[in-house]
């Protein structure tokens, strides 16, 4: 099956620090990836959807100058949670949908983000 | 507005006992609805979509337009079944997916 790989799985920054993780799609193009938040015992909150070559397309409410995601290739997106702070602290997940498979999101392991 | 709503965050079932996961969903067009597992210490996945009509794991869900429900059932439980079980809705006209909040199945020996 399609995987997708998310690094690093565990971060610790001090406040004002900016963290880049990485999502890749291991085994097939991903056109579109998907960007989402995890606070704890809650449900995942879509932040943004990732489109190859263009700029992403963040939901209401997320931070476009907070939270940089760039799709520069079919296999790579990064989010840059940029002058971290502690409320940024959470857990960040990835996912991607090969073409015509709507719906059906291959998922990162998830990055558990911690600001000091 | 699209929501998913799952009423029960935790649920507690004996092995080989019948399991039912409530889900229900608020959409105005026609839903396509999916349920994403996730095991401890694993990550998201796909477990089923109701267009396929499949069974996946001994699970089964119906989508019921009726009642705006796609309810997740399995008629004996096993301890593996023990996840987070979280049901989906896909956003019309795009490919995102709106997330219930979840619920934790634990399933007793």
């Known amino acids: 099956g399609a995987v997708v790989s998310q690094h690093p799985s565990r971060v610790i920054c001090k406040s004002g620090t900016s963290v880049k993780i990485e999502c890749r799609s291991l085994?097939?193009?991903?056109?579109?990836m998907f960007w989402y938040r995890q606070f704890p015992k809650q449900s995942l909150m879509l932040m943004a959807t990732?489109?190859?070559?263009?700029?992403?397309?963040?939901e209401q409410g997320v931070e476009k100058d907070k939270f940089l995601i760039n799709h520069a290739s079919l296999t790579l997106s990064t989010l840059t949670v940029t002058s971290a702070h502690p409320e940024d602290s959470s857990f960040y997940i990835c996912?991607?949908?090969?073409?015509?498979?709507?719906?059906?999101?291959?998922f990162g392991e998830g990055s558990r983000l911690t600001v000091l | 507005a699209q929501r998913v709503t799952q009423p029960e965050k935790l649920l507690s079932v004996f092995k080989g006992a019948p399991v039912e996961l409530k889900c229900n969903y608020s959409y105005s067009g026609s839903p396509e609805l999916f349920w994403y597992v996730q095991y401890s210490r694993q990550r998201l996945q796909l477990l089923l979509r109701h267009i396929s009509r499949e069974s996946i794991k001994g699970f089964t869900a119906d989508l019921n337009k009726g009642e705006t429900s796609f309810h997740l059932k399995k008629p004996f439980a096993q301890e593996e079944d023990s996840a987070m079980y979280y049901c989906?809705?896909?956003?019309?006209?795009?490919?995102?997916?709106?997330f219930g909040k979840g619920t934790k199945l634990t399933v007793n020996p």
């Open positions: 989906a809705l896909l956003q019309g006209g795009s490919e995102k997916l709106v």
């Open positions: 996912s991607a949908s090969q073409q015509g498979a709507r719906g059906e999101l291959f």
């Open positions: 990732s489109n190859e070559g263009s700029k992403a397309t963040y």
């Open positions: 085994d097939f193009q991903a056109t579109t």
